[in-house]
């Protein structure tokens, strides 16, 4: 198979601005650089591996808790390629044990953007509906209870609030915090990410929905960038009439309380809503998933998989 992330991309300057060339052109040069970073030649052969290793796992009908592992004992569960929940570290944290009065007190000056609108079907477009505002204004908007879905703060980083967090030192390479806010309602459609991905949940609780990369072909995903797929399938209102092959679709739920986190291995498919006004936070590891192991680390990073 040709590796096209080995061909540089044409000049921007060649093309329209918006152009479809132009697209074509930032888009590969974002799957170029998203390949270094994990360290491997193909995201494409990266994604293919994911789902190869999850044809081999066994169905589970819910999601297991592990009390506050060690790095040792997380990185071995992880390498099983399954998600589990954690107790007993996200507990500890100085953010958690804030009360939510002290978002308006402490950090109300806060410049967010709010997702607004029907941000679940434009969920992974360029063109949703966002605004610009005050974490004090996005709080005062939420108490006016405006009709339809509840704004939602979703993928922020708020560094002001990342130094009341201690996230354990598991994955040797991490994106930064990433901070999610928003009253009962607030949901993420369907989707995954192809990097690891560790969850904390620092108020309210969440439900979960998670199905397992290889059940993509029942689950009708469409590409956003080399790594994150969107499904239209809606898990908590299924409709199968319209996605009949999503019956297929092996689905478990659990619920993320307070103190909790939650790791989802890199290709697993979730949908997340908010049950009670809830903040949350979560970083993704940029490295080979854990699940491929260290053979297929090889075989990646050597371009042998293609």
Not at 30 to 50: L, P
Not at 78 to 89: E, K, S
């Amino acid at each position: 198979m040709q590796d096209l992330t080995r061909h540089a991309p044409p000049p921007l300057a060649a093309s329209r601005p918006g152009s479809p060339e132009a697209r074509a052109a930032a888009m590969l040069a974002r799957t170029e650089r998203d390949a270094q970073v994990r360290g491997v030649v193909s995201i494409a052969a990266m994604r293919d591996a994911i789902r190869a290793a999850a044809r081999a796992l066994p169905a589970i009908t819910e999601v297991a808790r592990v009390a506050r592992p060690t790095a040792a004992a997380f990185r071995a569960r992880a390498a099983l390629g399954r998600p589990f929940l954690i107790t007993g570290i996200a507990s500890r944290w100085p953010l958690c044990d804030l009360a939510p009065a002290s978002l308006r007190e402490q950090f109300g000056h806060l410049p967010v953007r709010a997702r607004v609108g029907d941000y679940i079907n434009t969920a992974f477009a360029p063109d949703r509906a966002m605004q610009d505002m005050t974490l004090l204004a996005y709080l005062d908007l939420v108490d006016s209870a405006p009709a339809g879905l509840p704004p939602y703060l979703g993928n922020l980083e708020l560094r002001a609030l990342n130094r009341l967090c201690h996230w354990p030192t598991w994955f040797d390479k991490m994106g930064p915090p990433r901070f999610w806010l928003g009253p009962a309602g607030t949901v993420t459609p369907l989707h995954c990410d192809y990097d690891d991905n560790l969850f904390a949940q620092l108020w309210g609780t969440k439900r979960i929905f998670l199905a397992p990369p290889h059940h993509d072909a029942y689950l009708y995903p469409k590409e956003a960038n080399a790594i994150l797929s969107g499904s239209p399938f809606d898990p908590e209102a299924p409709d199968f009439d319209r996605y009949p092959l999503a019956r297929q679709a092996s689905l478990v739920a659990c619920t993320v309380a307070p103190g909790e986190m939650l790791y989802v291995p890199a290709g697993w498919y979730h949908q997340v809503r908010s049950l009670a006004f809830s903040l949350s936070s979560n970083r993704w590891a940029r490295a080979m998933p854990a699940a491929l192991g260290a053979a297929a680390a090889r075989e990646l990073a050597a371009g042998t998989r293609l």
